[in-house]
């Protein structure tokens, strides 16, 4: 709790005791008035000092000068009648501050939770300098400089480890608490703890465009991206309150004036005077103005503990209408790294036909080669092979321990007038044929990412009606991952202008208001995630421009989360549902109870202080998303 709310707290409970002694008090008068106007202007000089300036600055129709114009006029009255009664007055008051405080205490709570994120803003960064530690701003580290990072400290700037394995507390980026191993060679993100061992890691980026300072800027700026629920309530409490301020005014003069014309009798204006002051309480706004906003707040910051980042509200709500998602293949729902999948028909044991292709490959940067080389497991010895020679668009053959080895697809197969056998599996398939003699081939492809398929479940049962896939992988490659997945529908060998292309036909053959959701995480992705209703990248190894162009950004690569995204924002559109119609029906029927003469100030307290704490209450519950 903050110091303003202990504050606006106590005063609350001091205006509370001092009313209820003011009842075992005998005094009469003007005694009686100054008694009950301390406890008034205990709980209450704030609001008519914030009503006074908002006269002076033309702001006039706000919930304080509507607060101001009700217990003031009900002090009148009192005065008036001369009967002494304050209660209702300092009660009004009372109970209109209990609920800003409700108000100002889920406020603070919706910004702890983003406030824990911030916590990921590093302060310094350790450079080795003359062998000792220093330690620098992080906007002055230049990419390429290697930075120390010891067990406890934040990693400050996105880079490679250079030196020492370690543990990672990524919970403040990626909402879970698994920690993550990463030993030299392995990228790194910015915003994560350093838990076990200290590292050396060699810096790619400036800190400005690192994933933490990216993640800051994102969260800081989340707020002035407004809804249409949000405008929608601007707009209505702008037309709103100065209609029911006109209504409140005749609601005191034009029935007394009725009565003395029309019937030629006495009006009590008193009477009229009350039940207006009453309705000017009911129709205070409070309720909406505040738990609206407040909803999306607290669903944006539930969204960041879950290491989902919504870039404003408005795109919160467009993701709660999300009936087609749309998903890049590589990188999205798969890893987008190749590996041996299988080694078939092998006339060697599997390790010397990894151990021949690799050294084959040796030579080579293309991704299949490193395939191969990973899957080799160690640094190969190249004082072994000879000879080498690649043939464009077949593979590569070369001298290795004195006998020719070739490794390649089948057309290289063909040019040695070598028999191979087909494979049956999809993916890349790199033929061997040692001195002439066929041996084997190896299967490469590409895995699926181990939550892909159940993301995709989970997105059906959360009610999206289609999921599609774009690639430019081949079409036997798509149709396999397509089907494993159970994904809808796929188109293959797609160019980035192919992918935006289809898109556009999904989104003008969909119904109206329907949303368009895509997924992605390469450079290319970027023209598909800006035309799309809603773009959503995977933002730890996804590409800087695809994180720029998304509306919501993924921060550990988990396709799960999209389920999840989608979701925490239909829980909190339902929410800002339940709060407009719970908070206008109420008011609603309690301003024509009020204008009937059936209800008081009491009532009234209700209608604005009671259903502003429900609401509110009710808006907090956006920030819990754990179990969705």
Request: charged share 20%.
């Amino acid at each position: 709790m903050s110091g303003k709310q202990k504050k606006m707290l106590v005063r609350i409970i001091v205006s509370a005791a001092m009313l209820a002694a003011l009842h075992f008090i005998p005094a009469e008068g003007a005694l009686r008035f100054i008694l009950y106007m301390i406890p008034y202007f205990v709980v209450g000089y704030d609001i008519l000092i914030k009503a006074a300036k908002g006269i002076k600055n033309g702001r006039v129709l706000d919930e304080c000068f509507l607060m101001a114009i009700a217990t003031v006029g009900a002090i009148a009255l009192a005065l008036y009648d001369r009967s002494g009664d304050y209660t209702e007055a300092i009660a009004v008051m009372l109970f209109y501050q209990v609920g800003e405080w409700f108000q100002s205490y889920a406020v603070g709570k919706s910004r702890r939770s983003i406030s824990e994120l911030m916590d990921i803003r590093p302060d310094y960064a350790n450079i080795e300098r003359d062998g000792r530690l220093e330690s620098v701003d992080p906007d002055e580290v230049e990419p390429g400089s290697v930075i120390v990072v010891r067990p406890g400290e934040k990693v400050p700037i996105d880079g490679v480890v250079a030196e020492g394995a370690s543990s990672l507390n990524t919970s403040a980026l990626t909402g879970e608490s698994m920690p993550e191993d990463v030993k030299p060679g392995d990228e790194i993100i910015s915003g994560c703890i350093n838990m076990t061992g200290v590292l050396k890691i060699k810096t790619t980026k400036e800190f400005g465009e690192s994933t933490v300072s990216k993640i800051l800027d994102l969260v800081e700026n989340a707020s002035s991206r407004k809804s249409r629920s949000e405008d929608f309530i601007s707009e209505f409490a702008r037309v709103y309150t100065p209609a029911v301020c006109i209504g409140a005014l005749a609601l005191a003069l034009l029935p007394p004036l009725a009565r003395l014309i029309i019937m030629g009798i006495a009006p009590e204006w008193g009477v009229w005077i009350y039940r207006a002051l009453t309705f000017l309480v009911i129709s205070c706004p409070c309720a909406l103005v505040i738990s609206i906003p407040l909803s999306f707040f607290a669903g944006i910051g539930g969204a960041s503990r879950a290491g989902i980042l919504i870039k404003g509200s408005n795109y919160l709500e467009t993701l709660s209408k999300a009936g087609i998602v749309v998903f890049d293949k590589t990188g999205t729902l798969t890893q987008g790294v190749f590996e041996v999948n299988g080694i078939h028909h092998n006339e060697l044991k599997n390790e010397q036909l990894i151990e021949y292709a690799a050294l084959v490959e040796s030579s080579s940067s293309h991704p299949i080669s490193k395939s191969l080389l990973r899957a080799y497991g160690r640094e190969p010895d190249r004082s072994r092979v000879s000879d080498i020679k690649e043939i464009s668009g077949c593979g590569i053959t070369a001298a290795v321990d004195g006998r020719r080895v070739a490794a390649g697809n089948a057309r290289l197969m063909e040019s040695l007038n070598v028999k191979y056998i087909n494979c049956h599996m999809t993916g890349t398939i790199i033929h061997i044929a040692i001195d002439g003699e066929y041996a084997g081939h190896i299967v490469i492809s590409d895995i699926i990412k181990p939550h892909s398929k159940q993301a995709v479940e989970e997105l059906k049962k959360a009610g999206v009606e289609k999921t599609v896939m774009l690639t430019g992988d081949r079409s036997a490659v798509a149709e396999q991952v397509a089907g494993a997945l159970n994904i809808d529908t796929v188109y293959s060998e797609l160019l980035p202008a192919g992918k935006v292309e289809r898109v556009e036909e999904l989104m003008s053959a969909k119904p109206e208001k329907t949303k368009l959701a895509f997924v992605g995480d390469g450079i290319n992705d970027a023209p598909v995630l800006s035309r799309a209703d809603i773009g959503i990248a995977m933002g730890a190894m996804g590409s800087d421009a695809a994180i720029e162009a998304a509306d919501v950004v993924l921060m550990d690569d988990d396709p799960l989360k999209i389920s999840k995204a989608v979701k925490i924002s239909r829980k909190c559109i339902g929410i800002v549902y339940q709060n407009i119609v719970f908070a206008i029906g109420i008011k609603l029927i309690c301003l024509a109870l009020g204008a009937l003469g059936f209800a008081n100030m009491w009532l009234a307290i209700f209608a604005d202080v009671g259903v502003m704490v429900i609401a509110v209450l009710n808006a907090i519950r956006a920030l819990f998303v754990k179990k969705l």
